[in-house]
C-alpha cells in the first residue's frame, strides 16, 4: 500500500496508476551527471601527472576532488530517483490525485465534478516514447494543475474522462423505488340463511366496494402515460407492468 492508498475514502477506489516518464528522471539528475562527469575528468588528469614531487601533491588533491564529486553526484542521483519513483498520479472513481514527496509528503486533488477538461500537449519525441504534459481545467476554465512529462497520458486523459463520464450517469440515475404493497386479501364471504352476505369493505358482486375507477380525460390519460413511458426507460417499471398500467389507464376514458 502506498501513500496515496491511505488517502482514499470510503467507497473510493484507484481506477489507474501512472509515473512521470522516466527521460524525466534523466533531466532532474543533470547538475548530478555533470559532477560525476566533472569527476571522471578529474580523475584521468590526475592519472596524467607526475606522482613525485610538488606535482605529485597536485595529483592527489585532485584524486580527493574526484572522490568528493563523485560521492555528491551519486547521491544525487540516488535523491532523483527515490522521488521519481514516490511520485504517483492516480485516478480514482471520484478525482484526480498528485503525490510526491520522499519524507515530507505532498498531495492535490481535483474532484472529477469540477474537472472540465485535460489539455494535451505532446512534441514529436513525447509522441515517441509515449509522454506528454496534462493541464487539468476546471468549469471556470482555470488550469488547477499540470502533470509534466507524464507517461502514458493519452491513457490518462481517456481515463479521466471516462470516471467523470461514469460519476455523472450515476448522479443522473434514478433511486430504486420501493417495491408496491400487496393488496390484503379480503375476508370470505358469510353465508346467512341461505343468502350470501359480502364481507365489510366487498360489494355484492365480489369486487371491493369502492373499486370504480375515476374517469380520465384523454389529456390526463396522455400525460400519465407519458410518464410512466419515462419510468420504463429509466429501468423503475418493468414492461409488464407498465402494459398493466396502460391497460388500466385507457379503460378510465
Known amino acids: 500500500m502506498t501513500y496515496a492508498d491511505t488517502l482514499l475514502s470510503d467507497g473510493e477506489r484507484v481506477t489507474l496508476r501512472a509515473h512521470q516518464h522516466p527521460l524525466a528522471l534523466l533531466f532532474r539528475a543533470v547538475k548530478a551527471i555533470l559532477l560525476i562527469v566533472g569527476a571522471l575528468a578529474l580523475l584521468v588528469l590526475g592519472g ?8 605529485g601533491t597536485v595529483r592527489a588533491g585532485l584524486g580527493w576532488g ?14 532523483a530517483i527515490a522521488n521519481w519513483m514516490n511520485e504517483e498520479y492516480i485516478v480514482t472513481n471520484r478525482r ?9 509528503k505532498h498531495s492535490a486533488d481535483s474532484s472529477l465534478e469540477k474537472i472540465n477538461d485535460a489539455v494535451l500537449d505532446q512534441n514529436l519525441f513525447g509522441r515517441m516514447f509515449n509522454y506528454g504534459d496534462l493541464d487539468i481545467i476546471t468549469a471556470a476554465e482555470e488550469t488547477v494543475d499540470r502533470y509534466k512529462m507524464l507517461q502514458g497520458v493519452i ?8 470516471q467523470k463520464h461514469s460519476l455523472e450517469f450515476d448522479q ?12 390484503p386479501t379480503p375476508p370470505p364471504a358469510m353465508t346467512m340463511g341461505g343468502d350470501v352476505v ?31 413511458a419515462d ?3 429509466r429501468g423503475a417499471l418493468s414492461p409488464e407492468e407498465y402494459e398493466a398500467k396502460k391497460t388500466d389507464l385507457l379503460s378510465r376514458l
Open 48 to 55: 596524467l601527472l607526475d606522482p613525485t614531487g610538488w606535482v
Open 66 to 79: 574526484t572522490l568528493v564529486l563523485f560521492l555528491i553526484g551519486a547521491a544525487l542521483i540516488a535523491l
Open 96 to 104: 484526480v490525485m498528485k503525490v510526491n514527496g520522499l519524507i515530507n
Open 155 to 162: 491513457t490518462f486523459k481517456k481515463e479521466i474522462l471516462d
Open 172 to 183: 443522473m440515475r434514478p433511486p430504486v423505488s420501493a417495491p408496491l404493497r400487496a393488496a
Open 198 to 228: 359480502p364481507a365489510a369493505g366487498m360489494a355484492a358482486g365480489g369486487g371491493p366496494a369502492h373499486s370504480a375507477a375515476r374517469t380520465m380525460t384523454p389529456a390526463e390519460v396522455t400525460q400519465t402515460l407519458a410518464g410512466l
Open 231 to 233: 419510468l420504463r426507460d
